[in-house]
């Protein structure tokens, strides 16, 4: 079991390194954002990305999904087919959705509800669309094959190349947040052609008919499922925004990236999980193993999660340049929603975990279900809360969304693929994250929550997950020698 965490803590590491690093680097742009746009404008652009987001996952329509599951499984003779097939089909119908929207996208822009000064940035986000769109497959084969070097190469130079780019164009060159759009559709241009090496290497022009059906099969019932799933993440903004105004909006989004930083480590764990699931289902111990995983991932989750609500407000204070703060100082009376947001992102991670049994037995049909009522649910709550609770309305529906979607899937999952979890580890887990929670808003609303008392709540935190036994001395050390010592085990 140990050198199974060690290959999937190895590729969590590489992906991650790209992850943090890709992240940390665009993670800059939130407090450059914020400190050039007022918040009506940081609103307009994060409603446009809240489209573009959406059509990302319809242009798609599960196909990467189904790459990786059947990639995965097809001998060597089939894999240049179970590359080609999918990759030429998603071209073609890629190709037809990008040239029907750049025919109406006047059209759309008005049925988005786009300001008319903002109608020509579609165009950008329909060639964004077109690149990204062509690159997922690709990118899903690196991932497979283990390529992580490549895959974080081409990320971090995205991302480096996004970040330049912005600079250059509202800084120097004075652009609004038309800029970012244009960076963004030159860094995707060059993750393509990165790529074309890997994909003409694997390349045919041809679509095998009997490859085509059995990955649609798999894909099609994804696609509500995925698009339900986007909507959990971005149903919000339009709601928000409809609800309040542009300036709200861009208030509740800015500290909502705060709260991404989670989204970090779940990223990370993500690329690396879904291919070593697949790898290792055949493995009499997979289901002990992935048990454990999730033991190990929640805990380093909360440790996350302590840390940053309780001293986000303060880095977020921070002065640099003057009085520039690492978001701009008209944001920073949102940042309470920051824990929230955090813990939302520990039950997507959990979502992301129990994926495994859904896509090893094949019962895909279920994410329509689960991620749909989540989706009504974070709709039915924006709509009850954020007149009442203004932007802590809207975190409180993501906790909820993102909670249902990791308690749907769980029992679904459970019921074809029985995972005996460190239930009692994991409950432990969860209370002394409520507790601290509650704490943490009863000293907030009282005025109480000083950089002391933080350093309290932390380690009274730490403290209480070693009194309850959740980290044991055993599996730190065990832990510690995947980390340290991963040479030493690959001989």
Known sequence: MLDKIKELTKDTAVYGISTI????????????????FVKSEFGEFTLIYAYLSFFNVLFIYGMDAAFMKYYSLAGADDKKGNFSTPFVFVFLTTVFFSAFMLIFHGSLGVAADIPLQYSNILIYVIIILFLDTTALIPFAYLRLERKTKKFAFIKLGNIIINLALNFILILGFNYGIEAIFISNLVASAFSLLALLPDIFSKLRFYIDKTILTRMLKFAIPYLPGSLAAMFVQVIDIPIVRALTDDSTLGLYRANYKLGLLMM??????????????????????????????????????????????????????????????????????????????????IFYGMYINFTAGIYIKEKTKYFPLITGAAAIANITANILLVPVLNIMGAALATLLSYFMMAAGLFFVSQKFYKINYEYVKIFKIFLVILITLLAYYILLVNGLLLLPVKFILLVIFISALLAAGVVERSEIISVTNILLRRNTIQK
């Open 21 to 36: 690093i890709g992240r940390f680097l665009n993670f800059l742009l939130v407090p450059f954002y914020t400190n050039v």
């Open 264 to 345: 970090l480590f779940v990223s990370m764990f993500n690329y690396a999980w879904q291919p070593f699931f697949l790898n290792n289902a055949s493995d009499e111990k997979a289901k002990s193993l992935f048990a454990k995983i999730l033991t190990i991932f929640l805990l380093v989750c909360s440790s996350i999660w302590i840390v940053l609500s309780l001293f986000i407000d303060d880095l977020a204070k921070i002065k640099f340049w003057g009085e520039r703060t690492l978001i701009g100082g008209a944001y920073l009376e949102g940042l309470f929603i920051v824990p929230v947001i955090l813990l939302a992102y």
